[in-house]
DNA sequence: GAGTGGTCTAGACCACTGT
DNA sequence: CAGTGGTCTAGACCACTCC
């Protein structure tokens, strides 16, 4: 039998073809039919088409704005990060010359941008540890926890391109007063070189990557659609003497982020 | 100002904390009211309790079927993959003898499920090669390629575990009859025992992961909501000889499913 | 066939973005 | 202010599941 396709899909993939094969009109930037132009072309009742254009919205190849009106979306550049690499790379930045750590930000190594072209807004605050970030770090509920809040951007452009949550030990933190400066951020020479200037040195970094929708607040941020995904990367920062020294919760938003990560195998002998 | 919310989200937000205060009649596997009950209830018109349920079905809390009702879905158990040590596993496994490699699966790695509790499915076919799977293994397009089709279940539940586009040359595949006949799956040993009867010895393996929204067709063979997100990773196999000699394209379950890596660092000379 | 979600309509009114 | 998307209604009819 026939699939059967609802008639909001079927307008929703008519002009998902004309955006794909570039038809004046749905090349991108350009302006979309308003939604009651084409109810009074016959094309449905408002919901029917409003359908077509929020499926539309979800699969990322138009954006609306109420009051403003639907476009068709620039493809979005893929970003790809290679943890693995910037990691190893982070950790060497950190014993170089004030100089070079000046100059070189970690930010730059997955957007291809320049250094002074990435803005950086940071929050700190102190928090009492629930639960879930006790047992990371092997403390007790409530031990009090440097809560930093960053997000990175362009200047032209105030979408973020990831949203971090980084935690740690107070008690630890406060080691270097200039840590629970939000001022000092973008800190030259990142986290490894802050680890430093407290005694600490990092020997492994534990990646955990889940997906989910985005909330309404992330999309926003993020600039993509509200409804579509968002990769979810928890990074758990582990001392040479084996604690938890630092706990990243970092939002990126998915269509437009790929993760690479390389496992080299041991050879067979012969 | 307030920040003015739909009457649909309202209703969702209630229904969703009944669900996580665990409220008689919301509990996971209980049925949730007919839709035309709360518009007689006065919850609003049919498009908006409509509106308020599809939103509980995306963030995964309730699951509709057509024709049978609306449930709390039960909280899906998480599988955790690690690719870096499964892969490494993999590849010793192949070396070990016949009675091993037989009782003994990858699959069972992620789930936890008995080898003997899983079920795969395969279909294989011969297909020449598009400009992207030509530029991944390095031949002209139109090269002949082996494309193997899997998916992994329960004997009790057909919901698949995840879903698998494997490539091959297949004039490579073909120096064994036997990887060319589907009927062989599983096979004793996974990929890399397959690999070596064709003089194959597979020296590194690259990981890539993206993530979007599930196709209604993708969402069905999971077992997860239509509109929820999936994770996709794309993995390739690179020979001893420096040849890409698999590549995998796998789509998994996004709300069940946390991908782990772990990046050791090289010590400071101190 | 009874029951349930899914689609669709025609139209009213609200909320936000621009000028 | 005009213009555009967003929400909501009341009701008709369709498609699927289960008995």
Redesign the pocket.
């Known amino acids: 039998m026939a699939p059967?396709t609802?008639?909001?899909r079927g307008l929703a993939d008519q002009i998902a073809q004309d955006i794909a094969a570039g038809t004046p009109g749905y090349r991108p930037g350009d302006q979309?039919p308003?939604?009651?132009d084409l109810v009074a072309q016959g094309k449905?009742?408002?919901?029917?088409v409003?359908?077509a254009?929020?499926a539309l919205e979800a699969e990322g190849l138009v954006s609306?704005?109420?009051?403003?009106?639907?476009k068709v979306r620039q493809p979005t550049p893929h970003q790809i990060r290679r943890h693995q690499e910037r990691y190893v790379w982070e950790k060497k930045l950190a014993l170089r010359p004030d100089e070079v750590r000046r100059n070189n930000g970690v930010v730059d190594k997955d957007t291809g941008l320049k250094h002074d072209q990435i803005e950086t807004h940071a929050t700190f605050s102190a928090i009492p540890a629930d639960g879930g970030l006790a047992e990371r770090f092997g403390v007790d509920t409530g031990t009090l926890m440097l809560h930093r809040q960053y997000w990175h951007s362009t200047p032209e452009d105030s979408t973020a391109l990831s949203l971090i949550d980084s935690y740690m030990v107070h008690a630890v933190a406060a080691r270097n007063p200039d840590l629970l400066d939000s001022s000092k951020e973008p800190w030259p020479g990142g986290t490894h070189h802050q680890m430093s200037t407290i005694g600490i040195e990092i020997d492994r970094i534990d990646d955990g990557i889940r997906t989910r929708l985005a909330t309404q607040a992330e999309a926003r941020k993020l600039g993509i659609p509200a409804g579509s995904a968002v990769i979810l990367l928890d990074k758990t920062s582990v001392s040479t003497g084996g604690d938890v020294v630092e706990y990243s919760h970092v939002v990126l938003p998915g269509e437009r982020t790929e993760l690479r990560y390389s496992v080299p195998l041991e050879r067979w002998t012969r």
């Open positions: 059967k609802p008639q909001w979309l308003q939604i009651r449905g009742s408002k919901t029917t409003l359908a254009y929020k609306m704005v109420r009051g403003h009106g639907t």
